[in-house]
């Protein structure tokens, strides 16, 4: 009989009773026809039932017959207590999917091995150095540099140039038919060394490596190729134009491979050569990935690597005037590193990498609550069965057997948990990733339901059942059935380990609830930063032009602007404050050679300090005619910085090896440059009309348009404003239209979402461990009845029974709390880096979580102690 | 599983050498074939037949199958597998050697 035909006959136990019987039957008949007594061959066959029983057993695997009735019989059990078995599955589901969820982020964001050929040998090059002591590092290369280190070591690692993805400004017909879509320069011989495959026409390939601007070929990616063009094969072909190159497309890279950036999928691949930045030696803007041959040992590899990048700093160091000392020795003291990159490199990552394991470390402690919850919770229906239990006992069932019985019935919670946790999950993930970064370019990852996924959901239940399962089945099978039938074993060792939990849930619960807090105070001290200027109701109209326009036309541009009804005040600048662009430079003070604290420089017209209402402490704005060389306006820092504080109006500086001169013509408060988290920079605002060695005001391409409008909305001018422009000076374009508003609010994206994730679980974490609470004093008041209806008959008070009901656990709970506490404050330390304007050792910090949790202890004992307080002793003990 | 002792032993050897011989035999025809080969000297327990057909059918010694017999009712008969066989000639030998050794020492004594 094949293994397969006994798990069959399990679930058809009847048919085979039938079988025998009947198979017995014929036997007593032939017995009968050859002349003997029915009875007595009934007898010599032995009892039906036995037979039976013998039959069955053998032509059945045992134990999943008994699996069968222990599953109908834990079903029965979670029937019967239908409510507080819907409120243990429901709080496991939302634990085990908030894991799920967080290992689903981490896991496609971290860990997930990039869709290529030997992404196990994929490293990503840094450079480690120090400046002034304090260490720095970074993976941005040059390069020229890249291509003399491919060169020197191609016989051991193939080293690959990939540009971060980024999103940009295309077209597949007129200017006016502009899109956005990621962009991702690379080495056409990643797409060999990847081992990828075309879906269509065909890939990149050495030969669209050799010459800068020599291969105007696109391949777009397969999400990109199905969502903007429905996957029509005649997109093979088309053109596209970013700025004034044209790319025809060539190919689509199949799937699974969606770019080395985790966060973004990039939608077109170009050649790393059509960048207009291959041929300096200045701009370090692309990352070295090197796929290194199997058996090459990674220290000489990085050792030849050093030798050569430090050779092309050194030459091209020769260059360099006025750069300070400590700079210069930080750039020549770099050495080279490997981190593998089997993943995927992308500055998301570093970002997110701690963010989202605090996240993961506290859904992990709300599940540790729940399973301490649903343990308690067994534990005390497994006293109200402790009878039941003592009578298997008795009638010769196994330790093992009632172990099994119960664990089945923790096994069906948490699968069916699970089945909820899964939807959860499923649900939750791709939310929480649509959060990160700003809504109008959220991040977008890969989160395939794979083995990974799955693999990781079954060790958590396993887990899961282990942790609320296991110790409640032992206790529950060890039961004396002299105990339990003389009514009731030591009641107090059931208690003692209930109370554990709970002293286990409250040291959980303050860690969740400090952290929140922690989180919750960084975005408020960030959101409520004070800016120096005010961003409410003003419109960004980034702008963009195909050829340099006039300074003119820029202007004029402006004043339309200024015209249109509702808008209060318009400027032009560079870009807009908080954007994401940064510009800086040394400069040197009274001829001195420069420091080594570099300004910040952002290039602003006429009236743009008013139209962004950033207080003047001194001196005047820009007027018509000031210049750059010329004029600047500083902040207080480039004051405090630079002019040891004083005034420095009228005062002068120069950048660019003391070749550019400035007189300090005002001064504005401070006011965060690119990031609200990092202290003020030293600005230097300068006019935008810059003029070359001739005194000619030069051209732009690009320009930010900053407008004041007079309504409550700004964006209800938007596009009334864009077509304003383009109809008066149609060789401008507006590509992006944001608010002030929404760039300080993308400040603290990340800030917001921590705190509101750490709140949702500390939420739940009180409500669990609240609930907890509940059930244990409930439970113990249940069993101690008795006693406390003596004791009340003896003349005991509210105060004594509720004190008598409470002490044991609020010993536990003040314990708990100081475990926590320990706990809160390690991991503070930890966090620290995430956290802005709040110190984890902070006693301010720590009142509200000790405040929160006694509040939420005091709340939850209250039934218990009012319903032993009720307790009528006569009625009591009557029912006895 | 339990170790099968000398009794069980035998039973089995009984069962699997009157199947080798008449394939496809009910259990009561086993334990009658059983009675006359033997000139009514063997008997097998009727209580313990049916258990052993079922234990040597899980081993996968034996096969069963349900027929129509002669008189048109059903009937669940029973017939060696491979391995059943294999079992058949092990504990033939099994039962000679046992055999021989009591021989040899009712001789000897």
Same mark, same amino acid.
């Given at each position: 009989?094949?293994?397969?035909?006994?798990?069959?006959?399990?679930?058809?136990?009847?048919?085979?009773?039938?079988?025998?019987?009947?198979?017995?039957?014929?036997?007593?008949?032939?017995?009968?026809?050859?002349?003997?007594?029915?009875?007595?061959?009934?007898?010599?066959?032995?009892?039906?039932?036995?037979?039976?029983?013998?039959?069955?057993?053998?032509?059945?695997?045992?134990?999943?017959?008994?699996?069968?009735?222990?599953?109908?019989?834990?079903?029965?059990?979670?029937?019967?207590?239908?409510?507080?078995?819907?409120?243990?599955?429901?709080?496991?589901?939302?634990?085990?999917?908030?894991?799920?969820?967080?290992?689903?982020?981490?896991?496609?964001?971290?860990?997930?091995?990039?869709?290529?050929?030997?992404?196990?040998?994929?490293?990503?090059?840094?450079?480690?150095?120090?400046?002034?002591?304090?260490?720095?590092?970074?993976?941005?290369?040059?390069?020229?540099?890249?291509?003399?280190?491919?060169?020197?070591?191609?016989?051991?690692?193939?080293?690959?140039?990939?540009?971060?993805?980024?999103?940009?400004?295309?077209?597949?017909?007129?200017?006016?038919?502009?899109?956005?879509?990621?962009?991702?320069?690379?080495?056409?011989?990643?797409?060999?060394?990847?081992?990828?495959?075309?879906?269509?026409?065909?890939?990149?390939?050495?030969?669209?490596?050799?010459?800068?601007?020599?291969?105007?070929?696109?391949?777009?990616?397969?999400?990109?190729?199905?969502?903007?063009?429905?996957?029509?094969?005649?997109?093979?072909?088309?053109?596209?134009?970013?700025?004034?190159?044209?790319?025809?497309?060539?190919?689509?890279?199949?799937?699974?491979?969606?770019?080395?950036?985790?966060?973004?999928?990039?939608?077109?691949?170009?050649?790393?050569?059509?960048?207009?930045?291959?041929?300096?030696?200045?701009?370090?803007?692309?990352?070295?990935?090197?796929?290194?041959?199997?058996?090459?040992?990674?220290?000489?590899?990085?050792?030849?690597?050093?030798?050569?990048?430090?050779?092309?700093?050194?030459?091209?160091?020769?260059?360099?005037?006025?750069?300070?000392?400590?700079?210069?020795?930080?750039?020549?003291?770099?050495?080279?590193?490997?981190?593998?990159?089997?993943?995927?490199?992308?500055?998301?990552?570093?970002?997110?990498?701690?963010?989202?394991?605090?996240?993961?470390?506290?859904?992990?402690?709300?599940?540790?609550?729940?399973?301490?919850?649903?343990?308690?919770?067994?534990?005390?229906?497994?006293?109200?069965?402790?009878?039941?239990?003592?009578?298997?006992?008795?009638?010769?069932?196994?330790?093992?057997?009632?172990?099994?019985?119960?664990?089945?019935?923790?096994?069906?919670?948490?699968?069916?948990?699970?089945?909820?946790?899964?939807?959860?999950?499923?649900?939750?993930?791709?939310?929480?990733?649509?959060?990160?970064?700003?809504?109008?370019?959220?991040?977008?990852?890969?989160?395939?339901?794979?083995?990974?996924?799955?693999?990781?959901?079954?060790?958590?239940?396993?887990?899961?059942?282990?942790?609320?399962?296991?110790?409640?089945?032992?206790?529950?099978?060890?039961?004396?059935?002299?105990?339990?039938?003389?009514?009731?074993?030591?009641?107090?060792?059931?208690?003692?380990?209930?109370?554990?939990?709970?002293?286990?849930?409250?040291?959980?619960?303050?860690?969740?609830?400090?952290?929140?807090?922690?989180?919750?105070?960084?975005?408020?001290?960030?959101?409520?930063?004070?800016?120096?200027?005010?961003?409410?109701?003003?419109?960004?109209?980034?702008?963009?032009?195909?050829?340099?326009?006039?300074?003119?036309?820029?202007?004029?541009?402006?004043?339309?602007?200024?015209?249109?009804?509702?808008?209060?005040?318009?400027?032009?600048?560079?870009?807009?404050?908080?954007?994401?662009?940064?510009?800086?430079?040394?400069?040197?003070?009274?001829?001195?050679?420069?420091?080594?604290?570099?300004?910040?420089?952002?290039?602003?017209?006429?009236?743009?300090?008013?139209?962004?209402?950033?207080?003047?402490?001194?001196?005047?704005?820009?007027?018509?005619?000031?210049?750059?060389?010329?004029?600047?306006?500083?902040?207080?820092?480039?004051?405090?910085?630079?002019?040891?504080?004083?005034?420095?109006?009228?005062?002068?500086?120069?950048?660019?090896?003391?070749?550019?001169?400035?007189?300090?013509?005002?001064?504005?408060?401070?006011?965060?440059?690119?990031?609200?988290?990092?202290?003020?920079?030293?600005?230097?605002?300068?006019?935008?009309?810059?003029?070359?060695?001739?005194?000619?005001?030069?051209?732009?391409?690009?320009?930010?348009?900053?407008?004041?409008?007079?309504?409550?909305?700004?964006?209800?001018?938007?596009?009334?404003?864009?077509?304003?422009?383009?109809?008066?000076?149609?060789?401008?374009?507006?590509?992006?239209?944001?608010?002030?508003?929404?760039?300080?609010?993308?400040?603290?994206?990340?800030?917001?979402?921590?705190?509101?994730?750490?709140?949702?679980?500390?939420?739940?974490?009180?409500?669990?461990?609240?609930?907890?609470?509940?059930?244990?004093?409930?439970?113990?008041?249940?069993?101690?009845?008795?006693?406390?209806?003596?004791?009340?008959?003896?003349?005991?008070?509210?105060?004594?029974?509720?004190?008598?009901?409470?002490?044991?656990?609020?010993?536990?709970?003040?314990?708990?709390?100081?475990?926590?506490?320990?706990?809160?404050?390690?991991?503070?330390?930890?966090?620290?880096?995430?956290?802005?304007?709040?110190?984890?050792?902070?006693?301010?910090?720590?009142?509200?979580?000790?405040?929160?949790?006694?509040?939420?202890?005091?709340?939850?004992?209250?039934?218990?102690?009012?319903?032993?307080?009720?307790?009528?002793?006569?009625?009591?003990?009557?029912?006895? | 599983? %339990? %170790?099968?002792?000398?009794?069980?032993?035998?039973?089995?050897?009984?069962?699997?050498?009157?199947?080798?011989?008449?394939?496809?035999?009910?259990?009561?025809?086993?334990?009658?074939?059983? %009675?006359?080969?033997?000139?009514?000297?063997?008997?097998?327990?009727?209580?313990?037949?049916?258990?052993?057909?079922?234990?040597?059918?899980?081993?996968?010694?034996?096969?069963?199958?349900?027929?129509?017999?002669?008189?048109?009712?059903?009937?669940?008969?029973?017939?060696?597998?491979?391995?059943?066989?294999?079992?058949?000639?092990?504990?033939?030998?099994?039962?000679?050697?046992?055999?021989?050794?009591?021989?040899?020492?009712?001789?000897?004594?």
């Amino acid at each position: 009989m094949s293994w397969w035909s006994r798990v069959a006959n399990v679930f058809r136990g009847d048919r085979l009773n039938r079988e025998i019987a009947e198979e017995f039957e014929l036997h007593v008949e032939e017995a009968i026809a050859t002349g003997r007594d029915e009875s007595e061959a009934r007898r010599a066959l032995g009892t039906h039932v036995r037979h039976r029983e013998e039959g069955h057993q053998t032509r059945v695997i045992g134990w999943l017959d008994s699996l069968r009735a222990d599953v109908i019989f834990g079903w029965r059990q979670l029937k019967r207590n239908r409510v507080t078995s819907a409120a243990a599955i429901l709080s496991l589901a939302l634990a085990i999917g908030a894991c799920t969820s967080a290992f689903r982020l981490m896991d496609a964001l971290l860990w997930r091995p990039l869709p290529v050929a030997h992404a196990d040998r994929l490293y990503d090059i840094w450079r480690e150095t120090a400046i002034n002591g304090a260490p720095y590092r970074y993976d941005s290369w040059a390069y020229p540099s890249y291509q003399l280190m491919r060169d020197a070591v191609k016989d051991h690692a193939q080293l690959l140039a990939v540009s971060p993805a980024e999103r940009t400004d295309l077209t597949y017909g007129s200017d006016d038919d502009m899109e956005k879509a990621h962009v991702q320069y690379v080495s056409g011989s990643m797409f060999g060394a990847f081992g990828l495959r075309p879906a269509l026409g065909r890939l990149l390939d050495e030969n669209d490596d050799r010459v800068p601007k020599a291969s105007p070929y696109a391949v777009l990616s397969y999400d990109y190729w199905q969502r903007r063009f429905g996957r029509d094969p005649k997109v093979i072909g088309r053109s596209l134009r970013i700025g004034s190159d044209l790319y025809q497309i060539v190919g689509v890279v199949d799937l699974p491979f969606t770019g080395t950036d985790p966060g973004t999928l990039t939608d077109v691949f170009l050649p790393i050569m059509m960048n207009p930045l291959v041929t300096r030696k200045d701009a370090a803007w692309m990352r070295t990935l090197a796929i290194v041959h199997p058996g090459v040992a990674l220290g000489p590899l990085t050792a030849k690597m050093s030798a050569i990048s430090l050779a092309f700093e050194t030459e091209r160091a020769k260059s360099f005037k006025d750069l300070p000392n400590s700079i210069m020795t930080a750039i020549l003291s770099e050495k080279l590193t490997m981190i593998p990159a089997g993943a995927g490199v992308s500055e998301l990552q570093d970002q997110y990498r701690r963010a989202l394991g605090v996240i993961g470390v506290l859904v992990a402690l709300v599940l540790l609550i729940a399973c301490a919850n649903v343990a308690n919770l067994m534990t005390a229906q497994a006293a109200t069965r402790a009878q039941e239990m003592a009578l298997r006992v008795s009638i010769g069932a196994g330790r093992l057997r009632l172990v099994r019985m119960v664990l089945t019935e923790s096994v069906m919670m948490a699968v069916l948990a699970s089945l909820l946790a899964a939807a959860f999950a499923w649900w939750s993930a791709p939310l929480v990733v649509s959060m990160i970064n700003p809504p109008d370019d959220p991040a977008r990852l890969m989160l395939p339901g794979d083995w990974r996924v799955l693999g990781f959901g079954l060790l958590l239940v396993v887990v899961v059942v282990l942790l609320f399962g296991l110790a409640p089945a032992l206790r529950a099978s060890a039961v004396k059935p002299v105990n339990a039938l003389k009514g009731g074993e030591d009641p107090h060792g059931r208690r003692r380990g209930m109370y554990v939990m709970i002293g286990a849930q409250v040291a959980f619960c303050f860690v969740v609830v400090f952290i929140a807090g922690l989180f919750v105070t960084t975005f408020q001290r960030l959101a409520h930063k004070p800016l120096g200027f005010e961003p409410e109701n003003l419109l960004l109209l980034d702008t963009v032009a195909q050829r340099e326009q006039p300074a003119s036309v820029w202007d004029q541009a402006v004043e339309g602007l200024r015209g249109v009804s509702g808008v209060e005040d318009a400027a032009l600048c560079a870009a807009p404050l908080l954007g994401g662009n940064s510009w800086n430079n040394f400069i040197s003070i009274n001829g001195a050679p420069p420091g080594p604290i570099v300004s910040h420089f952002l290039e602003v017209s006429p009236d743009w300090i008013r139209t962004m209402r950033m207080p003047l402490i001194d001196g005047r704005d820009f007027r018509n005619g000031d210049t750059t060389p010329g004029a600047a306006i500083v902040n207080e820092t480039f004051a405090k910085t630079f002019f040891h504080g004083e005034n420095p109006v009228g005062k002068t500086f120069a950048r660019e090896s003391r070749t550019v001169h400035y007189q300090i013509v005002g001064m504005v408060r401070d006011a965060p440059y690119r990031s609200l988290r990092e202290p003020t920079l030293p600005v230097a605002f300068i006019p935008r009309h810059e003029i070359d060695a001739s005194g000619v005001v030069q051209g732009s391409t690009e320009g930010t348009f900053v407008v004041r409008t007079e309504g409550a909305a700004p964006t209800a001018l938007a596009s009334l404003l864009r077509q304003r422009i383009h109809q008066e000076h149609p060789e401008l374009r507006v590509s992006n239209i944001r608010t002030q508003m929404e760039l300080v609010r993308d400040q603290t994206i990340r800030e917001r979402l921590l705190a509101m994730l750490a709140v949702f679980f500390a939420g739940v974490a009180l409500l669990l461990a609240g609930i907890g609470l509940y059930g244990v004093l409930h439970y113990s008041v249940l069993q101690r009845q008795r006693e406390f209806g003596i004791r009340i008959a003896l003349g005991a008070r509210i105060a004594n029974i509720a004190r008598l009901v409470t002490s044991e656990v609020f010993a536990m709970v003040i314990a708990g709390g100081a475990v926590g506490l320990v706990l809160g404050l390690l991991a503070a330390k930890y966090i620290q880096s995430l956290l802005y304007g709040v110190k984890g050792n902070d006693p301010a910090t720590l009142i509200m979580p000790v405040l929160v949790l006694l509040a939420a202890a005091a709340f939850s004992a209250l039934p218990a102690v009012l319903r032993a307080a009720r307790v009528d002793p006569a009625k009591m003990l009557r029912a006895e | 599983m %339990k %170790k099968p002792d000398a009794l069980q032993g035998s039973l089995d050897l009984l069962v699997l050498k009157i199947l080798e011989r008449r394939p496809r035999t009910h259990g009561y025809g086993i334990m009658t074939a059983v %009675k006359d080969a033997s000139d009514d000297l063997l008997r097998i327990e009727e209580g313990s037949l049916y258990p052993a057909l079922y234990r040597m059918e899980e081993a996968g010694w034996i096969r069963a199958e349900w027929i129509k017999n002669d008189t048109g009712r059903r009937a669940r008969v029973y017939e060696l597998t491979a391995a059943g066989r294999k079992q058949l000639g092990l504990e033939e030998s099994r039962w000679h050697a046992a055999t021989a050794a009591i021989n040899q020492v009712l001789r000897t004594v």
